[in-house]
């Protein structure tokens, strides 16, 4: 169900966008993709696509509060120099709201056969690279749920010596970037996956036993790639 809103979502964007054109051709009015700071659409729109998809997750929220003020700041609505100061205090917020939800998180019970169907935000840890790279390799320690969020980055997640004991989800968005994600031997994987102009490539072995956890990956891809291993 959370795979076909996404199609309809993006079916519904390019029609409007393809009406917006088609109004220029007839002269019915003056639509223009290019105006100061539309560039920053290529942050907003995913981050905003991943939040109304997946739910409330650190790194669209942080994407979509930077994609913002970096559209204001082109508008000339917010000088660039309180954008600037604002980015303290906005970090300092981020790190305590992440504490917050991250430790509400723990404390919820793990469903026991989590779906591609699962609403809302889903307790787990959150990975987010934008215009850089971030690394994650967990040893010897039991894992649940992730968020992997690459903007204009890449997002690297080693699980080959995690101890996966149930069902999981892990929720892939790369946006001009993209996410690899290494899985052991022991787990089924199964992939939903929302490509534009992007892809999603599943490499991992998965094991053949009845009884083994299954690694659910919702992977979202605009102008990038999610790797599974």
């Given at each position: 169900m959370?795979?076909?809103r996404a199609d309809w979502?993006?079916?519904?964007?390019?029609?409007?966008?393809?009406?917006?054109f088609a109004g220029n051709a007839f002269g019915i009015w003056d639509f223009n993709l290019f105006f100061d700071g539309w560039w920053t659409l290529f942050l907003i729109v995913p981050c905003v696509f991943s939040i109304i998809t997946s739910g409330f997750h650190t790194g669209p929220v942080v994407g979509l509060i930077v994609g913002v003020m970096l559209l204001l700041s082109?508008?000339?609505?917010?000088?660039?120099?309180?954008?600037r100061k604002l980015i303290l205090p906005a970090v300092f917020v981020l790190i305590g709201l992440q504490i917050l939800l991250s430790n509400r998180g723990k404390r919820q019970e793990q469903p026991a056969s989590p779906?591609?169907?699962?609403?809302?935000?889903?307790?787990?840890?959150?990975?987010?690279?934008?215009?850089?790279?971030?690394?994650?390799?967990?040893?010897?320690?039991?894992?649940?749920?992730?968020?992997?969020?690459?903007?204009?980055?890449?997002?690297?997640?080693?699980?080959?010596n995690a101890l996966i004991n149930e069902d999981i989800i892990i929720?892939?968005?790369?946006?001009?970037?993209?996410?690899?994600?290494?899985?052991?031997?022991?787990?089924?994987?199964?992939?939903?996956?929302?490509?534009?102009?992007?892809?999603?490539?599943?490499?991992?072995?998965?094991?053949?036993?009845?009884?083994?956890?299954?690694?659910?990956?919702?992977?979202?891809?605009?102008?990038?790639?999610?790797?599974?291993?």
């Open positions: 959370k795979n076909r979502i993006w079916g519904v964007a390019f029609i409007l966008l393809g009406v917006g082109a508008q000339g609505i917010v000088d660039w120099n309180i954008f779906a591609f169907e699962t609403n809302g935000r889903m307790p787990g840890d959150e990975y987010f690279a934008a215009f850089g790279a971030r690394k994650a390799a967990i040893n010897n320690e039991t894992f649940h749920n992730a968020n992997a969020t690459a903007v204009f980055g890449s997002v690297e997640l080693d699980l080959r929720s892939a968005t790369a946006v001009f970037g993209g996410v690899e994600i290494f899985l052991p031997s022991d787990v089924k994987v199964q992939v939903a996956s929302t490509p534009i102009f992007g892809g999603v490539s599943n490499k991992a072995a998965g094991s053949q036993a009845v009884n083994a956890p299954t690694v659910y990956v919702k992977a979202i891809c605009m102008f990038g790639g999610v790797d599974i291993k």
